[in-house]
């Protein structure tokens, strides 16, 4: 019986992926946009592994605005080179399994995915902060949700010695 291969073991060399933006016009004015630039990034990703994204960047001629590809934007943050789903595996492991730095970097290890340790606290801070802005803009949904649903049960209990400060 075979071993599954995971794609992150397919290559050899490390592959370079292609991403432009899926408009041809404007958004803004709907002028035809045009190459400005390309470049080349390293990214890391749980589910690829390491591979190179070459980015086609478009610029509308008539009022400047910049388009960059949508896809590489849903798969790693701006200037990171780790994906979004490092970056969540990251704080979800550090502040839901309360594992260490070093536990997080040997497990990551284990996936052919190299990082240091004060990275891998840059990951979690940065976590933490997009969790922050993910309640913030969500905040008027979920309280329409829990006013539909009657409110909900809020439990304290500070029963302990006299002097505590609970």
């Known amino acids: 019986m075979s071993e599954a291969i995971e794609l992150r073991e397919l290559f050899r060399r490390i592959p370079q992926l292609y991403f432009a ?3 041809d016009n404007c958004g803004v004015c709907g002028e035809v946009l045009r ?6 990034v390293t990214v890391i ?10 980015e086609t960047i478009r610029f509308c001629p008539a009022c400047g605005t910049e388009y960059g590809s949508e896809e ?11 994906g979004y789903d490092v970056l969540v595996y990251v704080g979800r492991t550090m502040f839901g ?8 970097q040997r497990l990551l290890n284990r996936n052919r995915i190299g990082i240091s340790r004060r990275e ?9 902060i997009y969790l922050s802005i993910a309640h913030r803009q ?18 304290l ?7 505590s400060p609970h």
């Open 21 to 23: 933006p899926t408009t």
């Open 35 to 40: 190459v400005r630039k390309s470049r080349t």
């Open 45 to 54: 990703s749980l589910d690829i592994g390491t591979f190179r994204a070459h």
């Open 72 to 82: 590489l934007r849903a798969m790693r943050p701006v200037r990171c080179r780790f």
């Open 97 to 104: 399994e309360c594992r260490t730095e070093e536990e997080i």
């Open 120 to 128: 891998i606290s840059y990951l979690a801070q940065k976590f933490i």
């Open 138 to 155: 969500s905040q008027r949904e979920v309280k329409k949700l829990l006013g539909r649903n009657g409110g909900y049960i809020l439990h």
């Open 157 to 163: 209990d500070a029963t302990c010695e006299g002097d």
